[in-house]
């Protein structure tokens, strides 16, 4: 197994200082941000208590890009993000989010690739590619091949309505009404 197979280790420091256990040098969020960008795993420890910090540091990340105004998430989803740690739904966004960004993933190689996507023949994955189609547009409508110019832009040229997405809006309340009543 190479070094790039195994998560890059971060130890934080007493003194909140992030050090790379690969490189032996200390590093700062943008590095971190960039290590992921290009597709490498990280996991954050606390060298002193052993504890994995890895997730308060990817919304840190998160937090400043969208504090600098490199804004990714429109207010709506933020507001719902904050929704569902109050709500029955809580336990439902983390599997929705992890599908909707698999999706993303499958979306992109099968562009790339002409791959046929199995989960085609799923209940609801019309719903739901719809749903992520509206979400995708929304964050990334200026870049290449999304919205913008490419192979993507002009293999669908149907704009999204706000008909479609009340529609895919309608479909997600009844979902959450269905997940509240389990």
């Not at 904050?82 to 562009?111: C, D, H, W």
């Not at 719809?130 to 995708?136: D, R, T, V």
């Amino acid at each position: 197994m190479s070094d790039t197979d195994k998560p890059l280790l971060i130890k934080r420091y007493a003194s909140r200082r992030l050090y790379n256990t690969e490189t032996s040098d200390y590093v700062t969020l943008e590095d971190i941000a960039g290590f992921i960008r290009i597709g490498r795993e990280v996991q954050i420890i606390d060298l002193k208590s052993g504890d994995d910090l890895t997730r308060q540091y990817l919304l840190q990340i998160v937090a400043e890009h969208e504090s600098k105004g490199e804004n990714v998430l429109p207010i709506n989803v933020l507001t719902d993000l904050v929704r569902s740690y109050t709500t029955n739904v809580q336990s439902v966004v983390p599997q929705f989010l992890a599908a909707s960004f698999e999706m993303l993933r499958e979306g992109q190689s099968k562009i790339m690739g002409g791959i046929p996507n199995p989960l085609t023949a799923m209940p609801g994955f019309d719903a739901m590619r719809k749903q992520q189609e509206a979400f995708m547009k929304t964050m990334l409508g200026g870049m290449p091949g999304w919205g913008g110019s490419g192979p993507a832009a002009e293999a669908d040229t149907t704009p999204t309505s706000a008909d479609e997405i009340a529609a895919i809006k309608k479909q997600l309340e009844e979902l959450q009404k269905k997940l509240s009543k389990l």
